[in-house]
């Protein structure tokens, strides 16, 4: 590595907190950190009298804590940077779902508590009478029923009655409101009959309802925490920190303390943090901003971007604009508008609730108004109206959406899907165009050697032999293909080939048509290297980047449904290649990252629903723009950050496939939806008309719960 | 049936206590690194 001799700390004191005993503590997460071994080699390199480590390998989080300022932190990592691994502050929201997980794993233990006492005085009071066990047993029973059912909704229906409240504040309804009017009401007219000594207490139902939502609560939550999992978004990758040159040496920055006039150092391999020029001549890879595979010369002068990865010899670069100027923090804004319009998605269940609640509370109160009107006793009427409320309990509707997603999540994570967002799935159904990035997410993103057959045996081993002692992403790929040792002697010419002098003098080289001194084709859609030697003509050796095998298939299926696009940041000639061999009709090439975004805009705004395919970091602003977004779990993490479904299978099918399931799970809850308003239009009446007391009331309510979930298992084998 | 005003309580005392022991080892920490806690035991070098 040509990284400085000298290195400082990294400034991590923004993230300590620091109580009173000048104890400092910090959550990290760990990059690059394996398995156990790693866990532990980490662990003993920091501890040191008066620090503690201590890693959670299943999280890859490191908690440090140290006796002294919070300014120590980066001297102390230090000891276990030299080691190789990378180490990330714990962004704050992280740390919350983490903590909004565990407390609903405490809700869950308390709420199956009381389900699994509860049942043993159900059992006794539904399989005896009044005279066969005795009044006095039959209430001394309702009143443990109270003793325990009262404290767990109070406690484990929290999360609720808090969602309902926040929703309710704000002058708007949820599921939750409907399920916390019906917890609460079910719970105090329990309380008032088992306080009379009468027969219609049903603390029963309302335990077993609030363990079912919680279950349903707990594996929505699961399943968006695992989905991101150690992932760092993008501010994060930019945050590192940049060696900036001094006067007689070098200091390390973080990447948002950098300003336009600084003088960088950028070792090879190391990501350029903010725009720049270049004082030298370099080689760039840019892909993670334009998606395009092969590496950027860039003259002595030349702009640089913030992203791009240094390849060359180590150079010196003349920052021009700071992080938030350049073009990443374009795409971190474009990401944050993006994100603040996906908050206009109303998910189906809240789109029901907002009718459904102000109906169902309406009529209890008109059942109420008119058992008294006719003269009813003021208990008998407000029975009626609480049976009212129970049967229409919302349970079958509340359930119907997380149960069919908690089915589908599982299908999809079975076949190597993870589901971020819970309501990705209901977008994803009224998909109607699919837009596919190309590097990465359509072709496998890797470099094959093609033309083997065409090329004469000898100069194709002389030109391997070359390539061995190359990085470049071609000269890596014909290496691969033709494995032979690699060259002795040969000098890389950046940005142009290599070359080497043969003991007997002639040269060989492998390069750019350029260096061979071969006129240039632009038009071809070929990648391409050439060799030659002293006295022979030059050969072209051809390499294309492979389609995933499924792609065509894939599209295939898609245009069925749907219309298919593909943009990419790569030479239209290239582009327009790949996109004939997938059979998609619809492309653009040398798309930047704001042109992805705009045309996603513009497909918006002409009443498409989009879903973007995308894995690099040019991507991430179309991701989050998109109606619904897949990523390949090789994408970067910031691609998996942006989408809402991220997927392991090698290849396109996952596409096809979630987008089928996505439809037979939205008309599995349809269907639900269906079963549960044809029971309320039998039952409810009979409700009303005070024909049905409360006990059947919440039977017939946990029926149609159970039709609703069976319904939805069918999802578990993909709803076929 | 008397019987049930000691069985009772007792039952919901048992049942409470598994609450009890399983909030108290979810707040301590026991089910965060199920991993870690694997491995730890083959580490033999620890020497705190």
Redesign the interface.
């Known amino acids: 590595m040509n990284a400085p001799a000298q290195t400082a700390a990294v400034d991590y004191t923004r993230h300590v907190s620091a109580d009173a005993g000048g104890v400092c503590r910090l959550r990290l997460i760990v990059e690059g950190m394996h ?3 790693c ?2 080699k980490i662990e ?1 390199a920091l ?1 040191a009298d008066g620090v503690e480590a201590r ?5 890859k989080r490191l908690s440090l804590a140290w006796q002294g300022v919070p300014a120590d932190g980066g001297a102390i990592l230090a000891k276990a940077e030299a080691l190789g691994f990378r180490f990330l502050p714990v962004e704050k929201q992280q740390s919350e779902e983490a903590a909004q997980l ?1 407390y609903l ?2 809700c869950i ?2 709420a199956g ?1 009381t389900v ?2 509860l049942m ?1 005085f159900s059992l006794a009071l539904w399989f005896t009478s009044p005279e066969s066990m ?1 009044a006095p ?1 039959r209430i ?2 309702h009143w ?1 029923s109270a003793l ?1 059912t009262l404290p767990t909704v109070i406690y484990a229906g929290g999360p609720f009655f808090r969602s309902a409240w926040q929703a309710a504040s704000r002058g708007r309804t949820n599921m939750d409101v409907p399920i916390s009017v019906a917890l609460v009401l079910a719970s105090a007219v329990s309380l008032h009959e088992a306080m009379a000594g009468a027969e219609h207490v049903y603390f029963d139902s309302v335990a077993m309802l609030l363990f079912l939502l919680l279950i349903g609560r707990y594996l929505d939550a699961r399943m968006r925490l695992r989905a991101r999992g150690a992932a760092a978004d993008l501010l994060k990758m930019m945050q590192g920190t940049a060696h900036v040159a001094e006067d007689g040496g070098m200091r390390r920055m973080p990447a948002e303390d950098l300003a336009p006039g600084m003088r960088l150092h950028l070792a090879k391999g190391e990501r350029l943090l903010a725009d720049g020029t270049a004082e030298e001549e370099t080689v760039m890879d840019a892909s993670a901003l334009t998606g395009e595979t092969l590496p950027q010369i860039v003259a002595a002068g030349g702009a640089l971007k913030a992203g791009m990865v240094n390849l060359g010899q180590p150079l010196h670069v003349r920052i021009e604009k700071t992080q938030n100027d350049s073009l990443i923090g374009d795409i971190i804004t474009l990401m944050q508008k993006a994100e603040q319009g996906g908050a206009r998605y109303v998910q189906i269940a809240d789109r029901v609730a907002r009718w459904y609640t102000p109906a169902v509370h309406a009529l209890a109160l008109f059942t109420f108004i008119g058992w008294m009107w006719t003269g009813a006793a003021w208990q008998t009427s407000l029975l009626t109206a609480i049976t009212v409320l129970i049967i229409t309990c919302p349970c079958a509707l509340g359930l119907a959406v997380p149960v069919a997603q908690v089915m589908a999540g599982s299908w999809l994570f079975r076949r190597g899907m993870f589901l971020k967002s819970a309501d990705a799935l209901e977008r994803l159904e009224k998909v109607d165009t699919v837009i596919f990035d190309k590097t990465g997410t359509l072709t496998t993103g890797q470099i094959v050697f093609e033309n083997a057959q065409a090329v004469d045996e000898n100069a194709l081993r002389a030109a391997s032999a070359l390539a061995g002692a190359s990085r470049h992403p071609l000269a890596r790929a014909l290496a691969a293909a033709v494995p032979v040792k690699a060259a002795e002697g040969a000098h890389e010419k950046e940005g142009r080939g290599m070359e080497m002098l043969l003991p007997d003098g002639r040269w060989q080289r492998l390069g750019s048509a350029r260096f061979l001194g071969v006129s240039e084709n632009a038009e071809d859609e070929k990648m391409e290297l050439w060799f030659g030697e002293a006295g022979s003509a030059p050969v072209r050796l051809v390499f294309s980047d492979l389609l995933h095998k499924d792609a065509a298939e894939t599209v295939a299926r898609i245009k069925k449904t749907c219309r298919v696009v593909l943009l990419s940041g790569d030479r239209p000639e290239v582009v327009r290649a790949i996109a004939e061999k997938a059979g998609i009709d619809i492309w653009r090439g040398g798309v930047d990252p704001r042109e992805k975004y705009e045309w996603i805009d513009m497909a918006a705004a002409t009443g498409h629903r989009v879903l973007m395919m995308g894995d690099g970091l040019n991507d991430a602003a179309a991701l989050s723009r998109a109606d619904v977004s897949m990523s390949p779990s090789s994408a970067l993490d910031i691609a998996q950050n942006a989408a809402d479904i991220v997927y392991q299978k090698p290849g396109v099918g996952s596409v096809a496939d979630a987008l089928d399931l996505a439809r037979r799970t939205q008309s599995v809850v349809r269907e639900s939806f269906g079963l549960a308003i044809v029971y309320n239009v039998i039952a409810v009446p009979l409700a009303v008309l005070g024909f049905v007391t409360p006990l059947v009331a919440a039977v017939s309510m946990s029926l149609s719960s159970l039709l609703v979930v069976g319904n939805a298992l069918r999802l578990r084998k993909g709803g076929r | 049936m008397d019987i049930l005003v000691w069985l009772i309580p007792l039952a919901l005392a048992m049942g409470g206590a598994w609450l009890g022991i399983f909030m108290w080892a979810l707040k301590s920490g026991q089910f965060d690194d199920p991993e870690g806690a694997a491995s730890r035991i083959l580490q033999d070098e620890e020497d705190v």
């Open positions: 398995c156990a071994g866990a532990f003993k501890r890693i959670n390998v299943t999280e565990r794993t405490r233990a308390v508590f699994g006492n043993a005795g047993t001394m029973m443990y325990i």
